[in-house]
């Protein structure tokens, strides 16, 4: 059974570089979502794709932050000219398509990619 | 707004029952979940309960929900060393993105 996965586990970069993250949902699931975590803090919505349509963006997501899911299945996650500020742990997490009424529509988390800014 | 609140920290004994609070604000939210995370681990869902619910119960595992306070609570029974997580309690907006809580951390004490 092949859960959602993300890659890297870990990220350490320094001010001013550009990264990208990797999230592959579990097969089938058509929305995939990403999160940003701090520490001691819940994980926050960032955006969130249905198929290769990216539906909605927080205003947490500035413009060295862009997302795409070009066929529909993995995403990536890119932050350009990254600051200390970014580091976080980065959450994918994705969901089938709506069941019908009276079932929740589950959303399953991968181990996220903690990224470092030094 | 967008905003879901929570204590901070609960500590407790291991046999004893441990409460975790989360308050909420979007009235329409159709589903609240609870989701645990242990160290080095994803988030996982634990339970969820319909908003036209008032009590769900799942095992150990009670959820309450005032509507007309918007608060929820997760009740452990019986809470175990390995029950020690962070708690989120979460609301979900229209195309399912989750608003999370900050967190409650439950320490059990042998």
């Known amino acids: 059974d092949t859960g959602v996965s993300q890659d890297p586990r870990h990220k350490i970069t320094k001010r001013g570089q550009n990264v990208t993250f990797r999230c592959d949902p579990i097969s089938e699931h058509n929305r995939l979502y990403w999160y940003r975590q701090t520490l001691g803090q819940g994980p926050e919505f960032l955006t969130y794709f249905q198929n290769e349509a990216q539906l909605e963006k927080s205003r947490l997501l500035s413009d060295r932050f862009s997302a795409e899911r070009p066929k529909g299945s993995f995403s990536t996650l890119e932050i350009q000219r990254t600051e200390q500020g970014d580091s976080a742990m980065y959450l994918c997490a994705s969901s089938p398509p709506p069941a019908g009424s009276g079932r929740p529509n589950e959303q399953f988390f991968g181990p996220g990619t903690r990224l470092t800014v030094l | 707004g967008e905003d879901v609140e929570q204590s901070l920290f609960l500590s407790v004994r291991e046999g004893d029952s441990s409460v975790i609070n989360c308050t909420y604000t979007?009235?329409?939210?159709?589903?609240l979940y609870w989701y645990k995370q242990e160290p080095g681990a994803g988030l996982q869902l634990l339970t969820y309960?319909?908003?036209?619910?008032d009590m769900k119960q799942d095992q150990r595992l009670t959820v309450l929900l005032n509507k007309k306070d918007k608060h929820l609570s997760l009740r452990i029974a019986d809470t175990q060393t390995g029950d020690s997580a962070i708690y989120f309690c979460a609301e979900i907006y229209q195309g399912g993105k989750l608003i999370f809580g900050q967190g409650t951390e439950l320490s059990v004490k042998p």
């Open positions: 309960i319909f908003s036209n619910m």
């Open positions: 979007d009235s329409s939210s159709t589903y």
